[in-house]
């Protein structure tokens, strides 16, 4: 219940920060991000991929090095993909050896909202741990982060990322804190062009698998 009233409260944050008109981004370590764009496939299939631990890591082979565990703590409701909810434990990079990997543990729920639009909400997961307190970030904090997805004409899907991570700056070299400060490292505008990207790649890999299958 703990959990669930946890996932919960960040679902709520999430839409109210997907509703503000205004920019999220603040010149601060505390500053969120945000992103949209649109994708090749519907909101149901971007839910399965990114509740599945293979899937979400091959979607994002340039951010996501590797996860260790994915605790399945609710499957949803009635074989409903709406009210999963994951620990996830995983390692976010970018790939020089300038830039610490950054370890995350995090909560991951889903919610259905209305009929062809879906909630992807992460949390962290240290929040929970009893007798928890504040303490100075060793390496890195998601704060509330996720994405809502909405079904458009054409089995294409609308996203919108939202991405708020602090960070010890110290564990960044000098030519990297303009990259990472700015929200291009390990912002929103990384994970919406990694995702497109990967759809675009996917594109391309089944013309070449199925030529003919491709333009009947």
Same mark, same amino acid.
Request: aromatic content about 10%; charged content about 20%; hydrophobic content about 40%.
């Given at each position: 219940?703990?959990?669930?009233?946890?996932?919960?409260?960040?679902?709520?944050?999430?839409?109210?920060?997907?509703?503000?008109?205004?920019?999220?981004?603040?010149?601060?370590?505390?500053?969120?991000?945000?992103?949209?764009?649109?994708?090749?496939?519907?909101?149901?299939?971007?839910?399965n991929?990114?509740?599945?631990?293979?899937?979400?890591?091959?979607?994002?082979?340039c951010?996501?090095?590797?996860t260790?565990?994915?605790?399945?703590?609710?499957?949803?409701?009635?074989?409903?993909?709406s009210?999963?909810?994951? &620990? #996830? %434990? =995983?390692? *976010?990079?970018?790939?020089?050896?300038?830039?610490? !990997?950054?370890?995350?543990?995090?909560?991951? @729920?889903?919610?259905?909202?209305?009929?062809?639009?879906?909630?992807?909400?992460?949390?962290?997961?240290?929040?929970?741990?009893?007798?928890?307190?504040?303490?100075?970030?060793?390496?890195?904090?998601?704060?509330?982060?996720?994405?809502?997805?909405?079904?458009?004409p054409?089995?294409?899907?609308?996203?919108?990322?939202?991405?708020?991570?602090?960070?010890?700056?110290?564990?960044?070299?000098?030519?990297?804190?303009? &990259? #990472? %400060? =700015?929200? *291009?490292?390990?912002?929103?505008?990384?994970?919406? !062009?990694?995702?497109?990207?990967?759809?675009? @790649?996917?594109?391309v890999?089944?013309?070449?698998?199925?030529?003919?299958?491709?333009?009947?």
């Amino acid at each position: 219940m703990v959990l669930l009233n946890l996932a919960l409260d960040a679902l709520n944050e999430l839409f109210r920060l997907y509703e503000n008109d205004k920019p999220l981004w603040v010149s601060s370590l505390d500053g969120a991000t945000r992103e949209s764009g649109t994708v090749a496939d519907t909101s149901l299939a971007l839910v399965n991929t990114l509740l599945d631990k293979r899937q979400w890591v091959e979607m994002f082979p340039c951010v996501v090095e590797k996860t260790y565990t994915t605790d399945v703590i609710s499957t949803g409701i009635g074989g409903n993909k709406s009210g999963s909810l994951l &620990l #996830i %434990k =995983t390692e *976010l990079q970018i790939i020089s050896d300038l830039v610490y !990997v950054r370890e995350v543990q995090f909560l991951r @729920f889903c919610k259905k909202y209305v009929e062809g639009v879906w909630a992807i909400i992460d949390v962290s997961g240290d929040t929970i741990q009893e007798g928890s307190q504040e303490s100075e970030i060793e390496n890195c904090w998601r704060f509330l982060s996720g994405c809502i997805l909405q079904d458009m004409p054409n089995s294409y899907c609308q996203v919108t990322w939202i991405e708020h991570m602090e960070y010890n700056e110290n564990l960044v070299h000098d030519w990297y804190r303009p &990259l #990472i %400060k =700015t929200g *291009l490292g390990f912002g929103a505008h990384r994970w919406m !062009v990694t995702l497109q990207r990967q759809y675009q @790649f996917l594109k391309v890999m089944k013309s070449i698998v199925d030529p003919i299958g491709n333009h009947t």
